[in-house]
């Protein structure tokens, strides 16, 4: 049996397997520049963050309508189920959707008709987290923010995510401000690729209650000291740090070492059918003892969005 856990950094986006994807293609007369799935996946050498969102932003061409993004939730749920997971809280990219003429509707009733059925089919309790692209400009993240008011009985939070450097969190004050006031979660891709101050500012200036990837902390002992202190957690993605030459080695990377400083930190896939596996592969892929393993699981639930959202936003 696989251990209990939540996952709390998972682009639904990101497990678009590339069986996947050519099923959708077909289905909805998109043609891809790859001959095959085993191409596909022969272009999954990623030199760093931006290498990868290339890809990963062309092949959501295959996704139209509300159908497919009801099957690619359906198939993550199933595989996370057979991982351990038992709660979700799920990232999407509307930007990336609305830009091709996909709509807010149909992005959030399409990926409700699987989450709906969650808990149900695969014993799955599951969020929704919209994310904003901050390549992209602050008047577009808070248009975003306008489109999703209708939808927001399905949505709990908001993140940022995309091309880090040069795109600090202060760049989204406002639209943060006006995320709180709907009573919208807040959370934030920081020090991934980008310095350890755009997690201050994450914390400081966007209010995030906790900090996805996270990992350059281990940079500034301040910081990692505020961190343990508030006990804020650190959404980490092992398997995509070594992909995306965050780290340049499994063997390097710092989670056992952040344990070991006190950090509250969490294992996710963060984009799994890109990075080699999903989040028991991640938990696999560190050497980690039974008791740390425990941790990281009772961290992921105490990290948790699990409070009911209707009587969170009444109070
Ligand atoms: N979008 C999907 N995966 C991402 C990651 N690891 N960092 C930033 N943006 C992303
Ligand atoms: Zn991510």
Not at 73 to 84: E, T, W
Not at 86 to 115: N, Y
Not at 182 to 204: K, Q, S
Request: charged share 30%; hydrophobic share 45%; aromatic share 6%.
């Amino acid at each position: 049996m696989p251990l209990p856990k939540a996952e709390l950094h998972l682009h639904i986006e990101g497990t678009l397997e590339p069986e996947l994807a050519f099923e959708l293609a077909a289905r909805n007369g998109v043609t891809l520049p790859y001959a095959d799935t085993e191409d596909l996946r022969e272009a999954y050498r990623f030199d760093d963050l931006q290498s990868f969102l290339d890809l990963y932003y062309g092949l959501m061409a295959v996704l139209r309508t509300e159908r497919d993004f009801a099957d690619l939730a359906d198939a993550y749920l199933a595989r996370a189920a057979a991982q351990g997971v038992r709660h979700a809280e799920i990232f999407f990219d509307p930007q990336a959707h609305l830009a091709r003429g996909v709509s807010m509707g149909t992005v959030v009733e399409g990926l409700w008709r699987a989450l709906g059925d969650s808990e149900a089919r695969h014993g799955v309790s599951t969020r929704l987290i919209m994310c904003f692209l901050r390549d992209e400009s602050a008047e577009s993240a808070m248009d975003t923010l306008m489109a999703a008011k209708p939808h927001l009985d399905r949505i709990t939070g908001v993140g940022l995510d995309s091309a880090e450097v040069g795109h600090p969190p202060v760049k989204f004050r406002e639209v943060y401000e006006a995320a709180a006031a709907l009573g919208l979660r807040r959370v934030a891709h920081a020090g991934e690729e980008g310095p350890p101050e755009y997690i201050t500012e994450a914390l400081d200036v966007l209010g995030v209650e906790r900090v996805d990837h996270g990992l350059r902390c281990m940079e500034d002992p301040e910081l990692v000291a505020r961190l343990v202190r508030d006990r804020i957690p650190l959404t980490l993605c092992p398997l995509s740090n070594v992909r995306l030459r965050a780290v340049d080695a499994l063997a390097d990377h710092p989670l056992p070492a952040m344990l070991e400083a006190g950090l509250r930190c969490t294992v996710n896939s963060d984009d799994p059918a890109y990075f080699g596996g999903y989040i028991g592969d991640n938990f696999d892929a560190l050497p980690l003892t039974d008791e740390q393993q425990r941790e990281l699981a009772r961290n992921s639930f105490l990290a948790a969005f699990l409070e009911d959202d209707e009587e969170r936003r009444a109070a």
